[in-house]
Antibody, heavy 122, light 110 residues
Framework: QLQLQESGPGLVKPSETLSLTCTVP??????????WGWIRQSPGTGLEWIGS???????YFNPSLNSRITISIDTSKSQFSLKLSSVTAADTAVYYC??????????????WGQGSLVTVSS | QSVLTQPPSASGTPGQSVTISCSGS????????VYWYQQFPGTAPKLLIH???QRPSGVPDRFSGSKSGTSASLAISGLRSEDEADYYC???????????FGGGTKVTVL
């Protein structure tokens, strides 16, 4: 059972940058077999894919968030990270990191972190 | 409003069958695999069905998935109280180059 773990501030001020890191056990994040992604869920609403990354650094982002997203990967630390800039209250959500079923961004997610609640408020 | 359309709710009594639909288009469900997730309040989603109709190890065979054209369905047979949860469909959209989730369906066991 792969256990992903999100970490980062739970409170971010409007207009600032939200930063989260996902730690993956072992050296899984550098494996060629998988891509890694971020998904969020606003209170009481459904799931929204944010973006995904492959160990090479190749990325795909949600077009609606594209201009504000940075996703990076650090294989030496077995981590991948999300930065979302210029946040507003609408970005308040539980943020999940997850593993794609395979090496394609078009695949679903088989392992998820427990989620990290980020609140945007002054 | 989600590009993948699910009914907001579904219900049944214990032992009954429930089917949840997920409607999309030729750029997503029509040409991509569909995935289904189960989510309980306060917890992360769990993969229930992958590649349209495949169950991961440990998922009961009461859960089954199917796809036809631009729509997909998740069926739950022999409904149990522990099946009361939110269910989401997901598919890749080639036109948007984005992964899409349906709006979710809350299943209630009466």
């Amino acid at each position: 059972q792969l256990q992903l773990q999100e970490s980062g501030p739970g409170l971010v001020k409007p207009s600032e940058t939200l930063s989260l890191t996902c730690t993956v056990p072992g050296d899984s994040v550098s494996m060629t077999n998988y891509c890694w992604g971020w998904i969020r869920q606003s209170p009481g609403t459904g799931l929204e894919w944010i973006g995904s990354i492959y160990y090479t650094g190749s990325t795909y982002f949600n077009p609606s968030l594209n201009s504000r997203i940075t996703i990076s990967i650090d294989t030496s630390k077995s981590q991948f990270s999300l930065k979302l800039s210029s946040v507003t209250a609408a970005d308040t959500a539980v943020y999940y990191c997850a593993r794609h079923l395979g090496a394609g961004f078009n695949q679903g997610f088989d392992y998820w972190g427990q989620g990290s609640l980020v609140t945007v408020s002054s | 409003q989600s590009v993948l359309t699910q009914p907001p709710s579904a219900s049944g009594t214990p032992g009954q069958s429930v089917t949840i639909s997920c409607s999309g288009s030729s750029s997503n469900i029509g040409r991509s695999y569909v995935y289904w997730y189960q989510q309980f309040p306060g917890t992360a989603p769990k993969l229930l069905i992958h590649r349209n109709n495949q169950r991961p190890s440990g998922v009961p065979d009461r859960f089954s998935g199917s796809k036809s054209g631009t729509s997909a369905s998740l069926a739950i047979s022999g409904l149990r109280s522990e099946d009361e949860a939110d269910y989401y469909c997901q598919a890749w959209d080639d036109s948007l180059s984005a992964s899409l989730f349906g709006g979710g369906t809350k299943v209630t066991v009466l």
